[in-house]
């Protein structure tokens, strides 16, 4: 059983720059692609960023493409979300979670493992 918990989140002014981090249990991280979500009040949950196994492949939702990175340490079990240039329309809990499907899709009911989630707030 994968189990992920995410750190990093805070508030932050706009135009500022915060990392997320998501460190993983067990010896299987290396198996999965993961993605990073967000879910802003009274919205649906939606995707972020999403990265191979092997960190080479990654994949962005065009709100956020040129601003945030997603990486990987395998060596650490973690995953990474760097986000720059953040706006206040980016305020949300960021929850990272493991693809359970091996297709390169960035649909949330693909995803599982879900962590508790991280709370970022940009004010303008």
């Known amino acids: 059983q994968v189990q992920l918990v995410e750190s990093g989140g805070g508030l932050v002014q706009a135009r500022g720059s915060l990392r997320l981090s998501c460190a993983a249990s067990?010896?299987?991280?290396?198996?999965?692609?993961m993605g990073w979500f967000r879910q802003a009040p009274g919205k649906e949950r939606e995707f972020v960023a999403a990265?191979?196994?092997?960190?080479?492949?990654?994949y962005y939702a065009d709100s956020v493409k040129g601003r945030f990175t997603i990486s990987r340490d395998n060596a650490k079990n973690t995953v990474y979300l760097q986000m720059n240039s953040l706006k206040p329309e980016d305020t949300a809990v960021y929850y990272c979670?493991?693809?359970?499907?091996?297709?390169?899709?960035?649909?949330?009911?693909?995803?599982?493992?879900w962590g508790q989630g991280t709370q970022v707030t940009v004010s303008s």
């Open positions: 979670a493991r693809r359970i499907i091996t297709s390169a899709t960035t649909r949330p009911a693909d995803f599982g493992s």
């Open positions: 067990g010896r299987t991280f290396s198996s999965y692609a």
């Open positions: 990265i191979s196994r092997n960190g080479i492949s990654t």
